[in-house]
């Protein structure tokens, strides 16, 4: 299994363009989030998903779209990049079947908006 | 509203020391489960340990130990005889157990960058 990836692992924008982060997890889970990471900060969560077709907003969500039109996708868009907006963006998902509850991480997107 | 504190931004040991670091949890909820990853300088998240509110036992993983204390809603975490290996960024995340159609989502703390020094 290949778990959560995310792609791509690195990016560079300019300020104003737009683009969209892939996650897709191959364990069936139906529960699914996006988190930034700000240097010297914890996660925050911005958007999560509970399965296909159900995205609801997190923490800091302001910026950014999500879609869940399959179990196992789950892409973040940025429509206007922002400096703001650099930030290593992690993916994650759990399976909340059997209340196990862990959530697995992706290997994360840097994303640097100059 | 849920909150972690981790009061040590960095922590600096030698090796074969034991370090301790410390998570503060704030809930309502009755049910909630507390959790520790790992982000090593390669940048990936490792998770450690998952430990559900109505689970107070102490627990031991080699090394690793945890130290659930419901009286003073800390869940801390023991390194014995560290390793250089352990030199990471240590992340201690809160999860609130039932809220209805919630999400389930983890609120972390700021994190604690672990040094060992050879």
């Known amino acids: 299994n290949a778990g959560v990836t995310q792609t791509p692992k690195f990016r560079i924008l300019k300020i104003g363009q737009s683009m969209t982060l892939q996650c897709t997890q191959d364990m069936n889970h139906n529960y699914m989030y996006w988190y930034r990471q700000d240097p010297g900060m914890g996660l925050k969560l911005i958007y999560y998903?509970?399965?296909?077709?159900?995205?609801d907003k997190g923490e800091v969500p302001n910026g950014y779209n999500v879609s869940r039109s399959t179990t196992e996708d789950f892409p973040l868009r940025l429509e206007l990049a922002a400096p703001s907006q650099t930030s290593v963006y992690f993916c994650a998902s759990s399976d909340i079947a059997g209340a196990l509850y862990e959530q697995y991480f992706g290997p994360g997107t840097r994303l640097t908006v100059t | 509203a849920q909150k972690v504190t981790q009061a040590q931004t960095e922590i600096s040991v030698v090796e074969k020391e034991d370090v301790t670091l410390d998570c503060v949890y704030e809930?309502?909820?009755?049910?909630?489960?507390l959790f520790w990853y790992k982000q090593p300088p390669s940048g990936e998240l490792v998770f450690l340990i998952r430990?559900?509110?109505?689970?107070?036992q102490n627990e031991i993983s080699g090394r690793y130990s945890w130290n659930f204390q419901k009286s003073t809603s800390s869940f801390n975490f023991t390194i014995t005889a560290s390793q250089v290996v352990d030199s990471a960024v240590y992340f201690c995340?809160?999860?609130?157990?039932?809220?209805?159609?919630?999400?389930?989502?983890?609120?972390f703390g700021k994190g604690t960058k672990l040094s060992v020094i050879p």
């Open positions: 430990r559900n509110s109505f689970d107070e």
């Open positions: 809930t309502r909820d009755t049910t909630y489960y």
């Open positions: 995340a809160l999860s609130e157990g039932d809220s209805g159609a919630g999400s389930y989502q983890l609120t």
């Open positions: 998903s509970v399965g296909a077709g159900i995205t």
